[in-house]
Every structure is written in structure tokens, then in C-alpha cells.
């Protein structure tokens, strides 16, 4: 339902709020619909059973398909947060809402050991987990923020819940010691950590504590560096290499011709986060002149539209690329 003024100056749309959580639509203190009411600058009243838009008419009409997916979302149990709402912003305008608003069941991934369930945030999202699920390697490149490492172990988590794969193995070059660690003070285990802290810090946020103990004192899910995985066949396993934009090429070689039987591999990097002395040794740039067009192996390219951080990260992003420098760690 709507009105406006003889003039045609000021719209109101009444959006109908029955079997939402209240709550979750209007966020704590109101966040949310500050936050709509900000980005389009219009007034956005939660009334009742009614969530009552208002303000030019151009305002208005930009921002009720938002408002109608915040509304969906609440209906659902959804929760959200004003990043989404943002990014829903972006997707309106873009003319990309009713697609992203249709994601199906098959889009999310569910991990019953912690009661979550993940969907892709953004286009660019959908389509690498996509590629994932469809190809034996998927290879996602892409800034700071965007979910690729993220992503790739909630796939990796959910096929071990399901039993596709029979284990987990998650790598990472270790750059900053030169992969020789033996400088370093403590075990093995505490001489890797630093660098591998970020894929710990993703299954941890996927798996309950004692599962996750339990997987990696058993091997069902081994996490090391790179050069660790020399001489050995992959099998029945979910494979993830993380920072590949710091694998030397012969290190890249080494790594795609581990696999094995009933195996799917994920490689992520960022091109603008080199670490390497010289650039052009990259393993992740040269794959991605000689492996395209091959069969089963995917490149999914991700950007600042995707960046599911801070609101901040994506302008952090956009600056320093339009500055052509680089844009902070991934």
C-alpha cells in the first residue's frame, strides 16, 4: 500500500511485518532500520505489524526491495547484520536483488556439529562455491575479506560430515621463516601455528572444540605447511591450499600432482599480497596461464564487491587499487 502528496513530493509504502521477528528486522536499538533509513535516505518506521517507508519517491522505490528481503529474512529466523543490509543495498542497485533473494537450499552449506548454517553472501560467492562443488579443483583469487579461505573449509567441513572425502588437508607456504623453521623455538607444532593459525581459526568456528581435537589428534584433519605435503598422494580427501600466491612455481607443481582418487582440491590466493622476493615466481600466476581451459579445474575471481568484512575493508580495498598498490592480508 501507498500514498503520496498532491505534488507528488513524498511516498509512503506500508510493508506488511506479520510473522517477523521483530527483533531481528529492527536490530538492537533500531540498528537496522537506522541503517536503511541512512542508505537511502528515507524514513523507515517499524509500526505494529507494519514496517512504513517514507520519503521521495525515487528513495522509496530504491528501497523497498530491501526492506521486503529484510523482511523475508526475519520471517525465516534469519539473523542479519548491517553489513548485509549494505551489501543488499549494493545488490538493489546493481538490479541483482530478486537473484540473490532466489539463493535455494543447494547454496547453503549446513554443519550439523555446530548447529550453522553458511550461505554465500555475494554473487561472486555463489559462483565459487559453485565451482567447487562442480570441478576437482577450484581455484578462487580475490582481495582481502572475500570468504575464499573461509568458504573453502566450511565445503571441506560439510564433506567430511557427509563422509565424500575420509579426511581434511589444509596447507599453507610458510613465506615469512622461508619454510625452514628450525630457527624458531618449540615443536614442530608450535614453530607452523603462526602461519597456519588463520585455517585453525576457520575449522574452530565450524567444528565443536572436542570433534575438532579429536579430528586433528587422528589425522582426519591435518593441517601443514606446504613443503610438508612433498612425496605424497592425496586420496579421498578435501584438499585446501591457502596464500598460493606465495607457492613457488615448482612448489605448485609439486602440490597439484599430489592428488589422488576421490579427492577435490581448493586453491586461494591473492595476487596483489605476493610475498615472494620476485613476483613473477608465483605459482598462483603461472597456473593461471597454464591451467585455464583444462577440464575439472575452475578459476572463480572474486573482488571488493564481495568483501564480506568491515564496511571499511572494501574502501580500503578500492583505495589502494586505485593507487595500484597492494591491499593488506587475506
Do not use: W
Given at each position: 500500500?501507498s500514498?503520496?502528496?498532491?505534488?507528488?513530493?513524498?511516498?509512503?509504502?506500508?510493508l506488511?511485518a506479520?510473522?517477523?521477528?521483530?527483533?531481528l528486522l529492527a536490530?538492537?536499538?533500531?540498528i537496522h532500520?537506522?541503517?536503511l533509513?541512512?542508505?537511502f535516505?528515507?524514513?523507515v518506521?517499524l509500526?505494529?505489524?507494519?514496517?512504513?517507508?517514507?520519503?521521495?519517491?525515487?528513495?522509496?522505490?530504491?528501497?523497498?526491495?530491501?526492506?521486503?528481503?529484510?523482511?523475508e529474512m526475519?520471517?525465516?529466523?534469519r539473523s542479519f547484520?548491517?553489513?548485509e543490509?549494505?551489501?543488499?543495498?549494493?545488490?538493489a542497485?546493481e538490479?541483482?536483488?530478486?537473484?540473490?533473494?532466489?539463493?535455494?537450499?543447494?547454496e547453503s552449506?549446513?554443519?550439523?556439529g555446530?548447529?550453522?548454517?553458511i550461505?554465500?553472501?555475494s554473487?561472486?560467492?555463489r559462483?565459487?562455491?559453485?565451482?567447487?562443488?562442480?570441478?576437482?579443483?577450484?581455484?578462487?583469487?580475490?582481495?582481502?575479506?572475500?570468504?575464499?579461505?573461509y568458504l573453502?573449509?566450511a565445503?571441506a567441513?560439510?564433506?567430511?560430515?557427509r563422509k565424500?572425502?575420509r579426511?581434511i588437508?589444509?596447507?599453507?607456504?610458510?613465506?615469512e621463516a622461508?619454510e625452514?623453521l628450525?630457527?624458531?623455538?618449540?615443536?614442530i607444532?608450535?614453530?607452523?601455528?603462526p602461519y597456519?593459525?588463520p585455517l585453525?581459526?576457520?575449522?574452530?568456528?565450524?567444528?565443536?572444540?572436542?570433534?575438532?581435537?579429536?579430528?586433528?589428534?587422528?589425522?582426519?584433519?591435518e593441517?601443514?605447511?606446504?613443503?610438508?605435503?612433498?612425496?605424497?598422494?592425496?586420496?579421498?580427501?578435501?584438499?585446501?591450499?591457502d596464500?598460493?600466491?606465495?607457492?613457488?612455481?615448482?612448489?605448485?607443481?609439486?602440490f597439484l600432482?599430489?592428488?589422488?582418487?576421490?579427492?577435490r582440491?581448493v586453491?586461494t590466493?591473492d595476487k596483489?599480497?605476493?610475498?615472494l622476493?620476485?613476483?613473477a615466481?608465483?605459482?598462483?600466476l603461472?597456473i593461471e596461464?597454464?591451467?585455464?581451459?583444462?577440464?575439472?579445474?575452475?578459476f572463480?575471481y572474486?573482488?571488493?564487491?564481495?568483501?564480506v568484512?568491515?564496511?571499511?575493508v572494501?574502501?580500503?580495498?578500492r583505495?589502494?587499487?586505485?593507487?595500484?598498490?597492494?591491499?593488506g592480508?587475506?
Amino acid at each position: 500500500m501507498s500514498s503520496s502528496s498532491p505534488n507528488g513530493a513524498v511516498t509512503r509504502e506500508r510493508l506488511s511485518a506479520e510473522g517477523a521477528d521483530q527483533l531481528l528486522l529492527a536490530g538492537i536499538n533500531d540498528i537496522h532500520l537506522s541503517t536503511l533509513s541512512d542508505l537511502f535516505d528515507c524514513s523507515v518506521v517499524l509500526r505494529s505489524d507494519e514496517l512504513i517507508l517514507s520519503g521521495p519517491p525515487g528513495q522509496v522505490e530504491a528501497c523497498r526491495p530491501v526492506a521486503e528481503r529484510m523482511l523475508e529474512m526475519a520471517r525465516m529466523r534469519r539473523s542479519f547484520g548491517t553489513e548485509e543490509i549494505r551489501r543488499m543495498a549494493d545488490a538493489a542497485a546493481e538490479g541483482e536483488m530478486e537473484e540473490r533473494s532466489a539463493a535455494s537450499d543447494e547454496e547453503s552449506l549446513v554443519l550439523p556439529g555446530v548447529q550453522k548454517v553458511i550461505r554465500p553472501k555475494s554473487e561472486g560467492q555463489r559462483t565459487y562455491l559453485k565451482a567447487i562443488r562442480e570441478n576437482d579443483i577450484a581455484v578462487g583469487i580475490g582481495p582481502a575479506g572475500t570468504g575464499k579461505t573461509y568458504l573453502a573449509v566450511a565445503m571441506a567441513v560439510e564433506a567430511l560430515y557427509r563422509k565424500r572425502v575420509r579426511r581434511i588437508i589444509l596447507t599453507r607456504p610458510a613465506v615469512e621463516a622461508g619454510e625452514a623453521l628450525g630457527f624458531l623455538p618449540g615443536d614442530i607444532r608450535e614453530k607452523v601455528d603462526p602461519y597456519l593459525r588463520p585455517l585453525y581459526d576457520a575449522l574452530e568456528d565450524m567444528m565443536p572444540a572436542d570433534r575438532l581435537r579429536r579430528a586433528t589428534e587422528e589425522h582426519t584433519i591435518e593441517i601443514a605447511p606446504l613443503a610438508y605435503m612433498r612425496g605424497r598422494t592425496l586420496s579421498d580427501a578435501f584438499i585446501i591450499l591457502d596464500e598460493a600466491q606465495n607457492a613457488t612455481t615448482s612448489q605448485m607443481k609439486m602440490f597439484l600432482t599430489r592428488l589422488g582418487l576421490n579427492s577435490r582440491t581448493v586453491i586461494t590466493g591473492d595476487k596483489t599480497q605476493i610475498d615472494l622476493a620476485r613476483a613473477a615466481d608465483s605459482g598462483l600466476l603461472e597456473i593461471e596461464e597454464i591451467l585455464k581451459g583444462i577440464e575439472g579445474i575452475a578459476f572463480v575471481y572474486l573482488n571488493d564487491r564481495d568483501v564480506v568484512r568491515h564496511r571499511l575493508v572494501k574502501e580500503i580495498i578500492r583505495a589502494y587499487a586505485d593507487r595500484g598498490g597492494q591491499g593488506g592480508e587475506s
